[in-house]
């Protein structure tokens, strides 16, 4: 008899230690509400999102980060050589009154430009999302880190500047509203 009790309480102990060890490891598998968002940029420091991550929400966010930096290196690079065809291209992934301003931009700087003579031109290249703010489920704001190269004739120069890019989302797809580039206090 005593074999026998001591055989179920063995039984017992081990099927515990099994189920909990089950619980745990599930447990363990499922993301946690405040995990980062990663995007394939260096982050230095993002503020969390503070609204509910499931898988498509995060497949969201990273999308909605490749296109914030795609903008902005597309925004910020130009060529007299280019006819502003980088921003031209990126017309689709932006609002229409921001699409508005950006052609009249662009149509007033065309009448402006003289003849290409000279080469000039300025490479934009994201170094990093400095910070990204979600103002509402539909607002989102970052602070974009550039390294940009301005080439004039056989002179270059190198300099880093930040550029805020606000993105709003209508009938549910992410756009450019805002873009406006943080002035250099400290030009080299």
Same mark, same amino acid.
């Given at each position: 008899?005593?074999?026998?009790v ?14 909990s ?14 995990q ?32 914030a930096?795609?903008f902005a ?8 050589e280019?006819d502003?065809?980088?921003? %031209?291209s990126?017309? @689709? !992934?932006?609002?229409?009154p921001?699409?508005?301003e950006v052609? /009249?931009? &662009?149509?007033? #700087? ?7 003579g000279?080469?000039?031109g300025t ?6 999302i ?13 602070l ?5 190269? %301005?080439?004039?004739? @056989? !002179?270059?120069r190198?300099?880093y500047?930040?550029?805020?890019? /606000?993105? &709003?989302?209508? #009938? ?9 580039w ?7």
């Amino acid at each position: 008899m005593r074999r026998v009790v001591l055989s179920a309480i063995v039984i017992v102990f081990v099927a515990g230690l099994f189920f909990s060890g089950l619980f745990l490891f599930r447990a363990s598998k499922q993301p946690t509400p405040s995990q980062n968002v990663s995007v394939n940029t260096p982050v230095s420091n993002i503020v969390n999102i503070s609204l509910p991550q499931t898988d498509q929400t995060k497949k969201e966010a990273i999308d909605r980060a490749r296109l914030a930096t795609n903008f902005a290196e597309r925004y910020g690079t130009y060529s007299n050589e280019s006819d502003f065809k980088n921003i %031209e291209s990126m017309y @689709d !992934a932006m609002t229409e009154p921001f699409r508005g301003e950006v052609a /009249q931009f &662009v149509e007033s #700087a065309r009448k402006n430009l003289s003849a290409p003579g000279s080469y000039y031109g300025t490479l934009t290249r994201v170094r990093s999302i400095e910070k990204e703010l979600a103002i509402s489920e539909t607002v989102v704001e970052y602070l974009i880190m550039t390294q940009r190269v %301005e080439e004039t004739g @056989d !002179a270059s120069r190198t300099y880093y500047q930040e550029i805020a890019v /606000q993105m &709003v989302k209508e #009938a549910g797809i992410w756009k450019i509203h805002q873009v406006h580039w943080i002035p250099i206090t400290n030009p080299s």
